[in-house]
């Protein structure tokens, strides 16, 4: 059973920044496409960014520039940098390994205006 566990949500001010983790419990990361997910209130949850095996990266058009996705497979984790936030990112983010059902639990940030 795999568990993946997101952490580093919160609550900044916008323009502020925060870095999400996603670490999980198996040496699934390194052979996974894996992903961010966010999901506002009321809203349906939508993709945020993925990185390939090999580390290719991409982000919808609203974070680019801002977001950047990266992989550390020692540490079998999935990161998400997140800069000049902005009150529209407000959200649960959901760590995903993709084309499977493996979901974190989500973690929560905010962004006050």
């Known amino acids: 059973q795999v568990q993946l566990v997101e952490s580093g949500g919160g609550l900044v001010q916008t323009g502020g920044s925060l870095d999400l983790s996603c670490a999980a419990s198996a040496m699934i990361t390194i052979y996974s496409p894996m992903a961010w997910y966010r999901q506002a209130p009321g809203k349906q949850r939508d993709l945020v960014a993925t990185i390939t095996r090999a580390g290719s990266t991409r982000y919808v058009d609203s974070v680019k520039g801002r977001f950047t996705i990266s992989r550390d497979n020692a540490k079998n984790t999935v990161l998400l940098r997140m800069n000049s936030l902005e009150p529209e990112d407000t959200g649960l983010y959901y760590c995903?390994?993709?084309?499977?059902?493996?979901w974190g639990q989500g973690t929560q940030v905010t962004v006050s205006s």
């Open positions: 995903h390994i993709e084309m499977s059902e493996y």
